[in-house]
Nanobody
């Protein structure tokens, strides 16, 4: 059974920090796949937050540039999203995506209060 399981979401005040985790299992191996974090607010489209390739190259949306860092730990088969200086507009469900497998996680809620 393939899985991408996100965790680490929750309620945080403006200016606070969170680290999201995406643990892959089954036949998904993050070492051979570009991995991404996306987010979706109620009534809005699902938008790219960040990606990381198997070689370690990263890409960030303009809205989060300088405030977030995507990373991976191949030994743990886990991808992370460190988020700092959070703003209320960061409130959304955050999803992990494995490009090579075209597979999505279930999402984790991030709520930033003002």
């Amino acid at each position: 059974q393939v899985q991408l399981v996100e965790s680490g979401g929750g309620l945080v005040q403006s200016g606070g920090s969170l680290r999201l985790s995406c643990a892959a299992s089954g036949s998904i191996f993050i070492s051979i796949s570009t991995m991404g974090w996306y987010r979706q607010a109620p009534g809005k489209q699902r938008d790219l937050v960040a990606t990381i390739t198997s070689g370690g190259s990263t890409n960030y949306a303009d809205s989060v540039k300088g405030r977030v860092t995507i990373s991976r730990d191949n030994a743990k088969n886990t991808v992370y999203l460190q988020m700092n200086s959070l703003k209320p507009e960061d409130t959304a469900v955050y999803y992990c995506y494995a490009v090579h497998y075209d597979y999505w996680g279930q999402g984790t809620q991030v709520t930033v209060s003002s």
